[in-house]
């Protein structure tokens, strides 16, 4: 189906439910629809972490593995981007050399960060395709910024448009795009927000990469509500911490070590297990340490000792919380 042929397909689903009044005689049977979805996990103590390899950019594949797995992780949430560990221009050639050294290492490989947001893109195929062939079962997308001069409710109809048809061609190749929840002014930031732009895409195949930083900063005492709300369209977490602090007489989020800041991880780690949400995790190091909070591709010797500790202390902080909650 053409692209055009989807929006006007979605469009008039749109109608469709506004004329026969269909949403609102499905509304009182919306919890137990909702808790059926495929955010569905265990509650055991095993959960599966990834490192975000954006913070060991300065090691290549083989490396990378390797240390990953003497850290203690799980598998590796692998960049594929501009400026990441593979090249989307590259990625037919050298996506199959970074799964297989990760593998060797004795890791998993379900999960990749790409800047993909639209279907028609010029590399979106290629590289959910390798990606897809190589056994991925998730990505992240790139995020949608609103456009100047549109209306916020005809912008975020436009992205859900764009979501549908991604998720569209996501089922066609056997694969999930997760849209991260990040704070700022892009779409999406609050959770609210996500949950509309979502709504119209299969939730199998298009789902969120839940922040709980991000919906800490975003949300505040809210952020239980928030969870609550996406809770069916989780598909993976990304896990870090925060402190608000001020710059130059402003404030902002300040990122901090596992633990050390305003997320309660351990009362946000109950409700996944409450809502049997146990999915990939990635684990993100976004505080100083040496240019590899940014994805330095060149570290001293003293600097890489440096991140590894810092991951392993962090890993190991993860770990016992989630094992407590």
Same mark, same amino acid.
């Not at 001293?300 to 190991?316: G, H, I, T, W």
């Given at each position: 189906?053409?692209?055009?042929?989807?929006?006007?397909?979605?469009?008039?689903?749109?109608?469709?439910?506004?004329?026969?009044?269909? /949403?609102?005689?499905?509304?009182?049977?919306?919890?137990?629809?909702? /808790?059926?979805?495929?955010?569905?996990?265990?509650?055991?103590?095993?959960?599966?972490?990834?490192?975000?390899?954006?913070?060991?950019?300065?090691?290549?594949? #083989?490396?990378?593995?390797?240390?990953?797995?003497?850290?203690?992780?799980?598998?590796?949430?692998?960049?594929?981007?501009?400026?990441?560990?593979?090249?989307?221009?590259?990625?037919?050639?050298?996506?199959?050399?970074?799964?297989?050294?990760?593998?060797?290492?004795?890791?998993?490989?379900?999960?990749?960060?790409?800047?993909?947001?639209?279907?028609?893109?010029?590399?979106?195929?290629?590289?959910?395709?390798?990606?897809?062939?190589? #056994?991925?079962?998730?990505?992240?997308? #790139?995020?949608?910024?609103?456009?100047?001069?549109?209306?916020?409710?005809?912008?975020?109809?436009?992205?859900?448009?764009?979501?549908?048809?991604?998720?569209? /061609?996501?089922?066609?190749?056997?694969?999930?795009?997760?849209?991260?929840?990040?704070?700022?002014?892009?779409?999406?930031?609050?959770?609210?927000? /996500?949950?509309?732009?979502?709504?119209?895409?299969?939730?199998?195949?298009?789902?969120?990469?839940?922040?709980?930083?991000?919906?800490?900063?975003?949300?505040?005492?809210?952020?239980?509500?928030?969870?609550?709300?996406?809770?069916?369209?989780?598909?993976?977490?990304?896990?870090?911490?925060?402190?608000?602090?001020?710059?130059?007489?402003?404030?902002?989020?300040?990122?901090?070590?596992?633990?050390?800041?305003?997320?309660?991880?351990?009362?946000?780690?109950?409700?996944?297990?409450?809502?049997?949400?146990?999915?990939?995790?990635?684990?993100?190091?976004?505080?100083?340490?040496?240019?590899?909070?940014?994805?330095?591709?060149?570290?001293?010797?003293?600097?890489?000792?440096?991140?590894?500790?810092?991951?392993?202390?962090?890993?190991?902080?993860?770990?016992?919380?989630?094992?407590?909650?």
């Amino acid at each position: 189906m053409k692209v055009d042929e989807k929006i006007q397909a979605l469009n008039s689903r749109r109608d469709f439910i506004k004329t026969t009044g269909v /949403l609102g005689s499905i509304l009182p049977f919306a919890p137990q629809f909702i /808790l059926s979805g495929s955010t569905e996990g265990d509650r055991s103590d095993e959960i599966q972490v990834n490192v975000f390899s954006k913070h060991l950019q300065f090691l290549d594949y #083989g490396p990378m593995g390797a240390k990953a797995a003497e850290l203690g992780f799980d598998g590796v949430d692998l960049t594929v981007r501009p400026g990441g560990h593979v090249l989307p221009e590259n990625v037919e050639r050298d996506l199959p050399k970074a799964v297989s050294a990760i593998k060797n290492a004795g890791l998993k490989w379900n999960t990749m960060v790409t800047r993909i947001s639209n279907p028609l893109e010029p590399d979106t195929e290629k590289i959910l395709k390798t990606a897809a062939d190589e #056994g991925v079962e998730y990505y992240r997308t #790139g995020y949608y910024s609103y456009r100047e001069g549109k209306p916020v409710p005809e912008d975020i109809m436009h992205f859900q448009n764009v979501t549908y048809q991604l998720g569209e /061609l996501n089922r066609e190749l056997g694969i999930i795009g997760c849209y991260q929840n990040h704070a700022g002014r892009r779409m999406g930031a609050s959770i609210w927000e /996500l949950w509309d732009l979502m709504k119209e895409s299969d939730r199998d195949y298009f789902g969120a990469q839940y922040d709980i930083r991000h919906a800490v900063v975003e949300g505040g005492l809210s952020w239980q509500s928030g969870l609550q709300l996406i809770h069916p369209r989780i598909q993976t977490i990304v896990i870090k911490d925060f402190v608000w602090g001020q710059k130059q007489g402003e404030w902002e989020p300040v990122n901090v070590p596992f633990g050390e800041g305003m997320v309660d991880f351990k009362k946000y780690f109950g409700i996944l297990k409450n809502l049997n949400i146990n999915v990939p995790v990635s684990m993100h190091f976004e505080y100083p340490l040496g240019g590899a909070e940014h994805g330095g591709n060149e570290l001293s010797p003293e600097n890489q000792e440096r991140v590894f500790a810092a991951m392993k202390r962090d890993l190991d902080n993860l770990r016992k919380t989630w094992k407590e909650a």
